[in-house]
């Protein structure tokens, strides 16, 4: 305490020494000699200043530099002696966009998780995915502050914000021109790899354009080269395949005659697959003859659960067929590629709340992500590989409070590891048993349902009841909820979120994509990257479409005001008659919104547009 106060009386009489003035003259030689000692204190302290706000300028300036070269160069690393790639590269570049649809932060934490417990791996032991994150992305639309496939999609092939069900086309009924498009008029070769139907929203947003994503066949139809542009794509692999038969053939769903696969061979030129075996004759991208359509299921290909490798391929299989041929088809030319991959069921494995389906899901596409990065990475072209979604499904919490207690903190990856099949493949299972015995068909669904099929051994009598009461109309959803309520854990909807999104990437789009980012930055980006002009294929699409339908026409413009693009399908009022609202597709319009002044925000943003 005494040496406090001692230094206390001491600072403040240096402070009153200092406005003393012409008592200087008084002082002792001892005290005289103290103050010299201050005032050169005082200059060490000046200098010392003046060099903090030198060094600080000089900092900032560096950090400036530093932020202008990273916003003109595509890599990254947050080093000041890292050398970032050049945004864009000059000469001949290679692009692979993935989109994995329906996957939200949480299904990365979910998959992570289960693979270090079932492959006994040490908490270090992250995803191929994990080591490439290098941002996130807002996903609304522009109605809804949940977005649809259609409109993500279109966010990223227009880098324009639409409305949910929007397949490339902007609210005010246009076609927008897609990045797809406008790198095949550039020279680029083009292909979609997906693991849904081929004229689903993801895809189609790249390849077509229609007021309603639900416009399949127009889709397809489009996707061969029957539109304005002709044929934009050089290679589709995928499911799909009911939207190109006929009506008449068996497994159909289209709803007319056009039998797209033979136009598609006939009037485009497309070598056709659709089996394994036409898969494996093609040695996995080294024997294509392009243009190649790829068709291997009817409808979506399976699960990875459940997918039979001996009659579909996988995910990391059809893209890596994809890049080797539109690399061996771009050797000798000016220009690269341009390759969108989906790994279109994590969406769906969302909307069924099935996490022993989505961990699968999650883990194929971590692996083709894989193979796209090795690839790119190896070349002697530059090249980049993006990967985000288009939005985040069933609203996953990887934790479920079971009881009115407080909740344990866990969840039991285990559960997952059990199951042997998804619900949906299980439902069709339970559908398809026939017997009208009640005994057999409990015994049915215990023995190869829950225990065979979900590796649940302890079900309930009512989980059971619940379960059969269930079987004409779809247990699915009763199958997967027993699993996540055993595994602890928790799904908010079997619909979209409004969750924003991880990006991940390769150096070319680190200092680009670091950081939050609207979805229509990811679109810009990949244009950018390829220096494509979005607005001339938009402007192109306009003219050439209206043109069309003019000259069959003979002229008589009635209708075109109406519908200028009958190619794109149902117009919005169409839609609207049939019950699809389709009023306010510009702007978010929600029953609980609060009008100012009697001018709703919606309006207001009507009118400025």
């Given at each position: 305490?005494?040496?406090?106060?001692?230094?206390?009386?001491?600072?403040?009489?240096?402070?009153?020494?200092?406005?003393?003035?012409?008592?200087?003259?008084?002082l002792?030689?001892?005290?005289?000699?103290k103050?010299?000692?201050?005032?050169?204190?005082?200059?060490?302290t000046?200098?010392?200043?003046v060099?903090?706000?030198l060094?600080?300028?000089?900092?900032?300036?560096?950090?400036?530099?530093?932020?202008?070269?990273?916003g003109?160069?595509?890599?990254?690393g947050?080093?000041?002696?890292?050398?970032?790639?050049?945004?864009?590269?000059?000469?001949k570049?290679?692009?692979?966009?993935?989109?994995?649809?329906?996957?939200?932060?949480?299904?990365?934490?979910?998959?992570?998780?289960?693979?270090?417990?079932?492959?006994?791996?040490?908490?270090?032991?992250?995803?191929f995915?994990d080591?490439h994150?290098?941002?996130?992305?807002?996903?609304?639309?522009?109605?809804?502050?949940?977005?649809?496939s259609?409109?993500?999609?279109?966010a990223?092939?227009?880098?324009?914000?639409?409305?949910?069900?929007?397949?490339?086309?902007l609210?005010?009924?246009?076609?927008?021109?897609?990045?797809?498009?406008?790198?095949?008029?550039?020279?680029?070769?083009?292909?979609?790899?997906?693991?849904?139907?081929?004229?689903?929203?993801t895809?189609?947003c790249?390849?077509?354009?229609?007021?309603?994503?639900?416009?399949?066949?127009?889709?397809?139809?489009?996707?061969?080269?029957?539109?304005?542009?002709g044929?934009?794509?050089?290679?589709?692999?995928?499911g799909?395949?009911?939207?190109?038969?006929?009506?008449?053939?068996?497994?159909?769903?289209?709803?007319?005659?056009?039998?797209?696969?033979?136009?598609?061979?006939?009037?485009?030129?497309?070598s056709?697959?659709?089996?394994?075996?036409?898969?494996d004759?093609?040695?996995?991208?080294?024997?294509?003859?392009l243009?190649?359509?790829g068709?291997?299921?009817?409808?979506?290909?399976?699960?990875?659960?459940d997918?039979?490798?001996?009659?579909?391929?996988?995910?990391?299989?059809?893209a890596?067929?994809?890049?080797?041929a539109?690399?061996?088809?771009?050797?000798?030319?000016e220009?690269?590629?341009?390759?969108?991959?989906?790994?279109?069921?994590?969406?769906?494995a969302?909307?069924?709340?099935d996490?022993?389906?989505?961990?699968?899901e999650?883990?194929?596409?971590?692996?083709a992500?894989?193979?796209?990065?090795?690839?790119?990475?190896?070349?002697?072209?530059?090249?980049?590989?993006?990967?985000?979604?288009?939005?985040?499904?069933?609203?996953?919490?990887?934790a479920?409070?079971?009881?009115t207690?407080?909740p344990?903190?866990?969840?039991?990856?285990?559960?997952?590891?059990n199951a042997?099949?998804?619900?949906?493949?299980?439902?069709?299972?339970f559908?398809?048993?026939?017997?009208?015995?009640?005994?057999k068909?409990?015994?049915?669904?215990?023995?190869?349902?829950?225990?065979?099929?979900?590796?649940?051994?302890?079900?309930?009598?009512?989980?059971?009841?619940?379960?059969?009461?269930?079987r004409?109309?779809?247990?699915?959803?009763?199958?997967?909820?027993?699993v996540?309520?055993?595994?602890?854990?928790?799904?908010?909807?079997?619909?979209?979120?409004?969750?924003?999104?991880?990006?991940?990437?390769?150096a070319?789009?680190?200092?680009?994509?670091?950081?939050?980012?609207?979805?229509?930055?990811?679109?810009?980006?990949?244009?950018?990257?390829?220096e494509?002009?979005?607005?001339?294929?938009?402007?192109?699409?306009?003219?050439k479409?209206?043109?069309?339908?003019?000259?069959?026409?003979?002229?008589?413009?009635?209708d075109?005001?109406?519908?200028p693009?009958?190619?794109?399908?149902?117009?919005?009022?169409?839609?609207?008659?049939?019950?699809?609202?389709t009023?306010?597709?510009?702007?978010?319009?929600?029953d609980?919104?609060?009008?100012?002044?009697?001018?709703?925000?919606?309006?207001?943003?009507?009118h400025?547009?």
């Amino acid at each position: 305490m005494t040496h406090s106060l001692e230094s206390e009386s001491r600072a403040s009489s240096e402070v009153s020494d200092e406005f003393a003035g012409p008592e200087d003259s008084l002082l002792t030689p001892s005290f005289r000699t103290k103050k010299k000692q201050d005032k050169s204190k005082k200059w060490a302290t000046l200098a010392l200043f003046v060099w903090a706000v030198l060094a600080t300028a000089g900092a900032i300036a560096m950090g400036a530099l530093y932020d202008n070269q990273r916003g003109k160069n595509g890599g990254g690393g947050g080093s000041l002696n890292s050398t970032l790639p050049r945004f864009p590269p000059k000469g001949k570049r290679n692009v692979v966009f993935m989109v994995s649809d329906g996957m939200g932060p949480a299904s990365l934490q979910l998959t992570r998780s289960w693979r270090q417990y079932t492959d006994n791996l040490p908490f270090e032991d992250t995803l191929f995915l994990d080591k490439h994150l290098i941002g996130t992305s807002r996903t609304r639309s522009s109605n809804s502050l949940v977005t649809d496939s259609a409109a993500g999609a279109t966010a990223f092939s227009c880098a324009q914000k639409s409305y949910n069900g929007a397949i490339s086309v902007l609210p005010n009924r246009d076609p927008c021109g897609t990045v797809l498009e406008a790198a095949k008029k550039k020279g680029y070769m083009t292909g979609l790899v997906v693991t849904t139907r081929i004229t689903d929203a993801t895809p189609a947003c790249f390849s077509a354009h229609a007021n309603q994503r639900s416009e399949e066949d127009r889709i397809a139809e489009q996707q061969i080269g029957d539109y304005p542009l002709g044929r934009m794509v050089d290679l589709m692999l995928g499911g799909g395949r009911c939207r190109y038969m006929r009506k008449s053939s068996d497994g159909s769903c289209r709803a007319d005659e056009r039998d797209i696969i033979s136009e598609a061979q006939a009037n485009f030129g497309f070598s056709y697959v659709d089996s394994r075996a036409g898969f494996d004759s093609l040695q996995l991208g080294k024997n294509v003859t392009l243009p190649l359509l790829g068709l291997f299921a009817k409808g979506d290909i399976p699960y990875e659960i459940d997918r039979d490798n001996t009659k579909y391929p996988a995910l990391w299989e059809m893209a890596k067929t994809a890049i080797t041929a539109l690399a061996a088809a771009t050797k000798d030319s000016e220009h690269g590629f341009f390759l969108m991959v989906e790994g279109s069921r994590i969406d769906h494995a969302g909307h069924s709340n099935d996490p022993a389906a989505q961990v699968r899901e999650v883990l194929a596409y971590d692996k083709a992500f894989k193979e796209m990065v090795d690839w790119i990475e190896s070349s002697e072209i530059d090249g980049v590989v993006v990967s985000t979604s288009d939005h985040e499904t069933g609203g996953l919490a990887n934790a479920r409070q079971l009881s009115t207690g407080y909740p344990d903190y866990l969840w039991y990856p285990g559960v997952l590891a059990n199951a042997s099949h998804s619900g949906e493949y299980l439902q069709n299972v339970f559908g398809n048993f026939q017997s009208d015995d009640s005994d057999k068909i409990k015994q049915f669904a215990q023995v190869e349902i829950l225990q065979k099929g979900l590796g649940i051994f302890d079900a309930t009598d009512a989980e059971i009841k619940a379960l059969i009461a269930a079987r004409k109309t779809g247990a699915g959803n009763t199958m997967t909820d027993i699993v996540s309520r055993r595994a602890q854990i928790g799904w908010s909807t079997h619909g979209h979120s409004g969750v924003d999104v991880n990006i991940y990437g390769t150096a070319g789009a680190r200092g680009v994509l670091l950081g939050n980012h609207e979805n229509t930055e990811v679109g810009k980006f990949l244009a950018d990257y390829m220096e494509l002009d979005l607005d001339a294929v938009s402007a192109e699409l306009k003219e050439k479409g209206t043109k069309n339908i003019k000259a069959v026409a003979g002229g008589d413009l009635s209708d075109i005001e109406d519908n200028p693009y009958p190619w794109m399908g149902k117009t919005l009022d169409e839609l609207n008659a049939a019950g699809l609202d389709t009023n306010h597709v510009d702007c978010y319009h929600g029953d609980f919104k609060r009008e100012i002044a009697s001018v709703s925000e919606c309006t207001a943003h009507n009118h400025e547009h």
